[in-house]
C-alpha cells in the first residue's frame, strides 16, 4: 500500500544532542513537507522540498536541517540550536499537480527533550 | 505571503445541527488551492475537502462544503447534522501551485455535544 512512514513515534533527546527524524514516502510525489505542531496549535512548516536536492526554509527553520537526496525520503535534523524541540513531528507529502486535492501525511513523531 | 487565518478557537454544538468554521487567507497568487483537514485526538491528518482557485462552484464532499467566497478571501467549512465523531480539531490550509508552499491555519477544536 501506498503511504508515509515517520519514524520514531515517541523519541526522546537528551539536551544539546541532534537527532534526526525519518519520513519515507512510496507514493512517487515530488513535494514533501515537514511541520511542528505544539499542544492545541496549529502546523507550522520547518521546511519543504519541490524536488530531489532541493528544498526551501519554511516560517521556523531556525534550529532545523534537511536533506533530500532522494525522491522517497525527506530526513529532518533537530539540532541543539533549537530551544525548545520537545514537539510533535507530522511529515506530508503531495502530488504537486494543479488541483491536486491532497496531501498525504504520516502518522507524525513526538519528541522530548529530557 | 501566504497567511491562514482561523479566527475561532473553540466552538461548541448540538449533535444534528450545522455548523461553519472560519477560515480567511491572504495571497497574492493567483493559482491556488484550499484544504480542510480533520485531525482527531489521534493525531492523524483526515483529508475533507478542496477548492481550487479557479473553480467557479463550491465543493462538496458528503456532509462537508466549502464556502468559498474568492473577492472576501474567505473559504469556510460547513458540517450539515454534526455527528459525535466530528469532535476534533479542523484546520484550513492553502498550496500555492508555484512555488508549492502549503501553510496551515491555527485551527479549530469543535465539541460536538449530545
Given at each position: 500500500d501506498g503511504g508515509i512512514t515517520q519514524s520514531p513515534k515517541y523519541l526522546f533527546r537528551k539536551e544539546g544532542q541532534n537527532v534526526t527524524l525519518s519520513c519515507e514516502q512510496n507514493?512517487?510525489?515530488?513535494a514533501m513537507y515537514w511541520y511542528r505542531q505544539d499542544p492545541g496549535q496549529g502546523l507550522r512548516l520547518i521546511y519543504y522540498s519541490q524536488i530531489v536536492n532541493d528544498f526551501q526554509k519554511g516560517d521556523i527553520a531556525e534550529g532545523y536541517s534537511v536533506s533530500r537526496e532522494k525522491k522517497e525520503s525527506f530526513p529532518l535534523t533537530v539540532t541543539s540550536?533549537?530551544?525548545?524541540?520537545?514537539a510533535f513531528y507530522l511529515c506530508a507529502s503531495i502530488?504537486?499537480?494543479?488541483?491536486?486535492?491532497e496531501a498525504f501525511f504520516g502518522q507524525g513523531t513526538r519528541l522530548t527533550v529530557v | 505571503a501566504q497567511k491562514i487565518t482561523q479566527t475561532q478557537p473553540g466552538m461548541f454544538v448540538q449533535e444534528k445541527e450545522a455548523v461553519t468554521l472560519d477560515c480567511t487567507y491572504d495571497t497574492s497568487d493567483q493559482s491556488y488551492g484550499l484544504f480542510w483537514y480533520k485531525q482527531p485526538s489521534s493525531g492523524e491528518m483526515i483529508f475533507l475537502i478542496y477548492q481550487g482557485s479557479y473553480d467557479e462552484q463550491n465543493a462538496t464532499e458528503g456532509r462537508y462544503s466549502l464556502n468559498f467566497q474568492k473577492a472576501r478571501k474567505s473559504a469556510n467549512l460547513v458540517i450539515s447534522a454534526?455527528?459525535?465523531?466530528?469532535s476534533a480539531m479542523y484546520f484550513c490550509a492553502m498550496r500555492d501551485e508555484g512555488a508549492q508552499k502549503l501553510v496551515f491555519g491555527q485551527g479549530t477544536r469543535l465539541t460536538i455535544n449530545p
Open positions: 507514493l512517487n510525489h515530488d540550536a533549537q530551544k525548545n524541540p520537545t502530488w504537486p499537480g494543479r488541483g491536486s486535492t | 454534526s455527528q459525535l465523531g466530528d
